[in-house]
């Protein structure tokens, strides 16, 4: 009741109620079923329009990307301009740049690296290399080469690792080597002559820094193994592997071997626990000997002191 409606002295009804809903009807109004609201269904000139529209954005999308792509492989800063070269060291950075071709001067980003380093492989001289790209302009190769461990006689006189592997013709370029001979390759082909390389480059590789004390390695007919020392010459047959410690073994017995069998032809170590010598004059006169050879020699050996493994 308000201040003026009691100085006035009128009745006052009560504030009436009024329901805001029913029993009976909802409180909102929400249709007892639902209207579906059908699809306009396109025509076929719709559709096409569509597609139109599709087919301009994905040819805009494609063009915006092929005039990036094209922005980025013209980019001069992109373009090789250094080579730099690990590992090599009878090749030269300009050689190493030569193997590589026309990648100098090449976006850095669309070089083939698989055909860069099939492309150093080919070089004999090669044995493994990898490529690395640097942004933004330099290209980082890493060379393995072939290691020279003698001069091959195979229808002229070749440089060969210990692999076998027959790198270059010996010349002016390469004369600073100063390495065994292997002779008896020359008129061999094919799977024989690999076998022999590979055979004589295992020999010198498992010398390791004894391959200094060898003059030369020859093949018999036989395929037998034959090496010559240097200084006094001796001649050794030296069989299968481990070379090394045969020819330390001969070389601790080098001297009185000397003046025990001074004329000896060769020096066969093909024997456990025995040396023997065979003298140039073919006389099989016993000089000395230690302990039981593994297997008898033939009628033309002389045995000598010391083990040949």
């Given amino acids: 009741m308000t201040e003026s409606t009691r100085r006035r002295g009128l009745p006052v009804m009560p504030p009436a109620e009024i329901p805001l809903t029913s029993g009976d009807e909802p409180p909102f109004l929400r249709p007892k079923s639902r209207t579906r609201v059908r ?12 597609a139109l529209q599709v087919g301009a954005m994905a040819a805009a999308s494609v063009a915006a990307l092929w005039a ?3 922005r980025v492989m013209a980019s001069d800063r992109l373009k090789v301009g250094r080579v730099q070269v690990h590992g090599s060291r009878f090749l030269s950075e300009g050689e190493v740049r030569e193997l590589l071709g026309p990648a100098v001067g090449e976006n850095i980003l669309g070089l083939d690296i698989d055909s860069l380093k099939g492309r150093l492989r080919a070089s004999p001289w090669v044995a493994e290399a990898t490529v690395r790209r ?10 393995e080469e072939r290691v020279p461990v003698a001069l091959v006689e195979a229808n002229g006189l070749y440089l060969m690792d210990g692999e076998g592997t027959l790198i270059e013709l010996f010349g002016p370029r390469t004369a600073g080597f100063d390495l065994p001979i292997v002779r008896g390759l020359s008129g061999i082909e094919g799977d024989a002559r690999r076998d022999r390389a590979r ?16 003059s030369e390695v020859q093949f018999e007919e036989s395929g037998d ?25 001969f070389l601790g017995l080098r001297a009185d071997l000397a003046q025990r069998c001074p004329r000896a032809e060769y020096f066969d170590l093909r024997f456990r626990d025995r040396i023997y010598a065979k003298p140039a004059d073919g006389d099989p006169s016993k000089v000395a000997s230690a302990g039981t050879p593994g297997r008898n020699p033939s009628s033309d050996t002389a045995a000598a002191s010391g083990r040949g493994r």
């Fill in 39 to 50: 699809r306009s269904r396109r025509g076929w000139s719709g559709r096409a329009v569509l």
């Fill in 68 to 70: 990036g792509y094209a």
């Fill in 134 to 143: 640097t942004l933004p302009d330099t290209l980082e190769v890493d060379i």
């Fill in 199 to 214: 055979r004589a480059g295992a020999l010198l590789q498992d010398l390791g820094d004894l391959a200094s004390e060898i």
């Fill in 225 to 249: 193994l034959l090496v010559g020392l240097r200084g006094a010459g001796e001649v050794l047959r030296m069989g299968n592997p481990p070379y090394r410690k045969k020819l330390t073994t």
